[in-house]
């Protein structure tokens, strides 16, 4: 019977060396290694002379040259094994065809007009005329993205146009469940509520504007405009000024000039809204309080009390208001308001993992 030799790749077969491929020597220095660890050599009975074979310990191997090239099958499991998406991204997308590539865009394009189309009748487009003006398409791609919508639920087709459909309803009620904001700060807002009998809101901020999450309408029979899901810019508004606390003047400047520009369309009589130096004087003031107000600068006879809400890292994240109308909110009504508004603000604070600094003074229930 023929010894073994650990230089062959076969012991059993003839010696030879085996032929160079497409992955060069390097990729078979790499399976002699890893044959000899699970096929150790065999030994001789060195007793019997019988010539049984048995098979030895595993013995030390020398250690592999290092790889000049890495074969193209090994390379692609190291690109697995790494946590860097972007190589493996790149991996993919080498192997993509042109075709696969410009399925991907139409179906990204199509998406995307998908959106604006839900964004155009939010804002107001009805017909298809005014929804093809707004996305820049033909009347029958319209009228095809359309119809995939209303037959989805995401629209819903009326007399005259189109309007939002159910499954945005869904999908909205599902997002606010999921935002632990609201759930940690709704017994608050409820205890606003109940105890000044107006209007609660609470906001994020989006870019330029707040976002209203929750509102809770006030017991007094009056109506506003503020709805969940509607935006306003922040500098003219008592919640997104609250938001704005934490930065500069220049900051402010900005916000101030963006929200003029916002509501330049809007008829205010009489119209309250300050000059650009009087808002950063209020700014600074307010900065110096902890808290904002609303002093008729975005909708005519309505004034809001408002804080911020913090997170973990201090932050501001969120802001809290308490809004009427001018015969329920005057000024000295407004100011022992403050304390109120700010009481909740910072228990919703500390419900994030928020903590005043050393010597903030805590305001007892």
Same mark, same amino acid.
């Given at each position: 019977m023929r010894s073994y030799n650990p230089k062959h790749i076969d012991s059993f077969g003839p010696t030879h060396r085996a032929a160079p491929d497409a992955y060069g020597d390097t990729f078979h220095e790499v399976r002699r290694a890893l044959y000899s660890v699970h096929r150790p050599p065999p030994r001789r009975d060195a007793g019997r002379g019988s010539g049984i074979v048995r098979t030895a310990s595993p013995v030390p191997l020398k250690k592999p040259a290092p790889m000049t090239k890495m074969p193209d099958t090994l390379a692609l499991d190291a690109r697995r094994a790494t946590p860097d998406d972007a190589s493996l991204t790149d991996s993919i997308g080498a192997t993509s065809t042109p075709l696969d590539l410009a399925a991907q865009q139409a179906g990204t394009q199509t998406l995307l007009r998908g959106l604006a189309?839900?964004?155009?009748?939010?804002?107001?487009?009805?017909?298809?005329?005014?929804? &093809?003006?707004? $996305? +820049?398409?033909?009347?029958?791609?319209?009228?095809?993205?359309?119809?995939?919508?209303?037959?989805?639920?995401?629209?819903?087709?009326?007399?005259? &146009?189109?309007? $939002? +459909?159910?499954?945005?309803?869904?999908?909205?009620?599902?997002?606010?469940?999921?935002m632990p904001l609201t759930a940690v700060a709704r017994p608050h807002l409820e205890a606003l509520a109940e105890a000044t009998l107006d209007t609660i809101h609470l906001g994020v901020r989006d870019g330029d504007d707040v976002l209203y999450i929750d509102k809770i309408p006030g017991t007094r029979g009056l109506e506003m405009r503020s709805r969940v899901g509607h935006r306003m810019p922040l500098a003219s508004t008592g919640i997104g000024k609250a938001m704005m606390l934490d930065t500069d003047p220049d900051t402010w400047r900005s916000l101030f000039e963006a929200a003029r520009r916002a509501l330049a369309g809007v008829n205010f009589k009489p119209d309250n809204r300050p000059e650009t130096s009087a808002f950063l004087q209020r700014m600074a003031h307010y900065a110096a309080g902890g808290y904002t107000f609303d002093l008729e600068e975005n909708e005519a006879s309505?004034?809001?009390?408002?804080?911020?809400?913090?997170?973990?890292?201090?932050a501001i994240v969120a802001a809290v208001s308490v809004a009427s109308t001018i015969p329920y909110m005057?000024?000295?009504?407004?100011?022992?308001?403050?304390?109120?508004?700010?009481?909740?603000?910072r228990a919703i604070s500390a419900e994030l993992g928020w903590s005043p600094p050393q010597g903030t003074r805590r305001i007892k229930r």
């Amino acid at each position: 019977m023929r010894s073994y030799n650990p230089k062959h790749i076969d012991s059993f077969g003839p010696t030879h060396r085996a032929a160079p491929d497409a992955y060069g020597d390097t990729f078979h220095e790499v399976r002699r290694a890893l044959y000899s660890v699970h096929r150790p050599p065999p030994r001789r009975d060195a007793g019997r002379g019988s010539g049984i074979v048995r098979t030895a310990s595993p013995v030390p191997l020398k250690k592999p040259a290092p790889m000049t090239k890495m074969p193209d099958t090994l390379a692609l499991d190291a690109r697995r094994a790494t946590p860097d998406d972007a190589s493996l991204t790149d991996s993919i997308g080498a192997t993509s065809t042109p075709l696969d590539l410009a399925a991907q865009q139409a179906g990204t394009q199509t998406l995307l007009r998908g959106l604006a189309i839900l964004e155009a009748i939010a804002n107001g487009a009805r017909d298809m005329r005014a929804i &093809g003006a707004a $996305l +820049g398409t033909t009347r029958s791609t319209t009228h095809r993205l359309v119809s995939s919508l209303v037959q989805a639920r995401y629209l819903r087709q009326v007399q005259g &146009g189109y309007l $939002l +459909g159910p499954k945005l309803i869904e999908l909205g009620t599902i997002a606010l469940e999921q935002m632990p904001l609201t759930a940690v700060a709704r017994p608050h807002l409820e205890a606003l509520a109940e105890a000044t009998l107006d209007t609660i809101h609470l906001g994020v901020r989006d870019g330029d504007d707040v976002l209203y999450i929750d509102k809770i309408p006030g017991t007094r029979g009056l109506e506003m405009r503020s709805r969940v899901g509607h935006r306003m810019p922040l500098a003219s508004t008592g919640i997104g000024k609250a938001m704005m606390l934490d930065t500069d003047p220049d900051t402010w400047r900005s916000l101030f000039e963006a929200a003029r520009r916002a509501l330049a369309g809007v008829n205010f009589k009489p119209d309250n809204r300050p000059e650009t130096s009087a808002f950063l004087q209020r700014m600074a003031h307010y900065a110096a309080g902890g808290y904002t107000f609303d002093l008729e600068e975005n909708e005519a006879s309505i004034r809001c009390v408002a804080a911020p809400i913090r997170d973990a890292s201090g932050a501001i994240v969120a802001a809290v208001s308490v809004a009427s109308t001018i015969p329920y909110m005057p000024h000295d009504r407004m100011d022992e308001l403050i304390p109120l508004v700010q009481r909740e603000a910072r228990a919703i604070s500390a419900e994030l993992g928020w903590s005043p600094p050393q010597g903030t003074r805590r305001i007892k229930r």
